[in-house]
C-alpha cells in the first residue's frame, strides 16, 4: 500500500459530473492499494496518519496533527481516480510576494523580525499567550512599568529587539512597547518579552496569562550608557510604536472585527484553481 499526503485548504471529487465528496482545510490522501496489502497495514497507516504533525499551531510553527486541528480527510484510491469521468479539484496552496506560503518560510520571517510579512502570510499577527512574571522591577523606578513574559523551550524567538505590540487585557486591546531579548542595559541570563503599555493603568497583572502580539520592529536591541538615556530612548519608541498600533487598529480593530484575522487572511493572493 503507497498513499501521498496533501494538505489542502479545500478539496473535492467528482465523478461523471457529480460531485462525491469534498472536505475544506485538511488532508487529500491518494491511496494505491495492492493484493497483499491486509488489515495490518490499514491500521498501521491510519496510526501513522492521524499523528503526523504537519499543521501549523499559533506561532506559524509546523507542530499540530490532524486531530489537533480539527482538519478533514479525504481518501482518494485508484479505483476512484480511475472511474469514468473521475476528476479530483484541489484548491492550490497560498502564496505571498510570488513565493508559496510555508511553516518555514513564517518561521524564518519571524526570526528576521518581518512581521508585517508575517502577518500577511498567518493571516494575523504573530502572538503568544504567556504569564506574566516579576522581573527586576526597574521599569517602575524610571516610569515606564511594564509586563514581563518569560518564552517556553522552543519557542520561535522572534529577532531580538524593540516591537510595537498589542497587548489585549480584559476585553481591551492597548498600545504597546515591546523588547525581546535579554536586555542588555539592566541584564537578564534568559531571553524573554519585557512591555510597557503607556496607557494601561489598571493595576497589578502578575500571575495574568495575557496575549500579546507583535504588530512591527522598532530598532535593534541595544546597550544604553545608563538608566536616564535608556528613558530617553524608550519615550521616542513610544511615539513610534503608538503611529504602528493606531495604523493596525484603523485596520482591523479587534473590538469592532472578531474575525479580522480571517478577513485579513482573504487578501493573499492565489493561483488559478488546478485540476488534476
Request: include cysteine; aromatic fraction near 6%.
Given at each position: 500500500m503507497r498513499i501521498v499526503i496533501q494538505r489542502v485548504s479545500h478539496a473535492s471529487v467528482t465523478i461523471e459530473g457529480h460531485?462525491?465528496?469534498?472536505?475544506?482545510?485538511?488532508?487529500?490522501?491518494?491511496?494505491?492499494?495492492e493484493e497483499s496489502d491486509g488489515q495490518e497495514d490499514i491500521d498501521w497507516l491510519c496510526k501513522k496518519i492521524v499523528n503526523l504533525r504537519i499543521f501549523d499551531d499559533e506561532n506559524g510553527v509546523m507542530n499540530k496533527s490532524i486531530l489537533e486541528d480539527g482538519g478533514e480527510i479525504l481518501v482518494i484510491s485508484q479505483f476512484t481516480c480511475e472511474a469514468h469521468g473521475g476528476e479530483?479539484?484541489?484548491?492550490?496552496?497560498?502564496e505571498y510576494k510570488g513565493e508559496r506560503v510555508s511553516a518555514t518560510r513564517i518561521r524564518k520571517a519571524i526570526e528576521n523580525g518581518e512581521m508585517e510579512d508575517v502577518t500577511a502570510m498567518l493571516g494575523r499577527p504573530f502572538g503568544f499567550c504567556f504569564e506574566v512574571v516579576h522581573g527586576n522591577h526597574?521599569?517602575?523606578?524610571?516610569?515606564?512599568?511594564?509586563?514581563?513574559?518569560?518564552f517556553p523551550?522552543?519557542?520561535?524567538?522572534?529577532?531580538?529587539?524593540?516591537?510595537?505590540?498589542?497587548v489585549y487585557v480584559d476585553g481591551k486591546t492597548y498600545c504597546g512597547v515591546t523588547n525581546v531579548g535579554v536586555k542588555p542595559t539592566v541584564g537578564s541570563d534568559h531571553a524573554l518579552s519585557e512591555t510597557w503599555m503607556p496607557d494601561f493603568t489598571g493595576g497589578d497583572l502578575y500571575g495574568r496569562t495575557l496575549r500579546l502580539e507583535l504588530l512591527s520592529f522598532v530598532r535593534d536591541e541595544k546597550k544604553f550608557p545608563d538608566l536616564d538615556a535608556l528613558k530617553a530612548e524608550i519615550s521616542l519608541n513610544e511615539k513610534t510604536a503608538r503611529t504602528l498600533f493606531e495604523a493596525f487598529e484603523k485596520e482591523a480593530p479587534a473590538h469592532a472585527h472578531p474575525n479580522r484575522h480571517e478577513r485579513m487572511g482573504k487578501n493573499l493572493p492565489r493561483k488559478n484553481g488546478t485540476r488534476v
Open positions: 460531485c462525491k465528496s469534498s472536505i475544506g482545510k485538511g488532508m487529500l490522501i491518494l491511496v494505491g492499494i479530483m479539484h484541489v484548491v492550490p496552496t497560498v526597574i521599569g517602575h523606578t524610571i516610569g515606564t512599568p511594564t509586563i514581563n513574559q518569560n523551550p522552543r519557542f520561535v524567538l522572534p529577532r531580538f529587539g524593540v516591537y510595537a505590540s498589542a
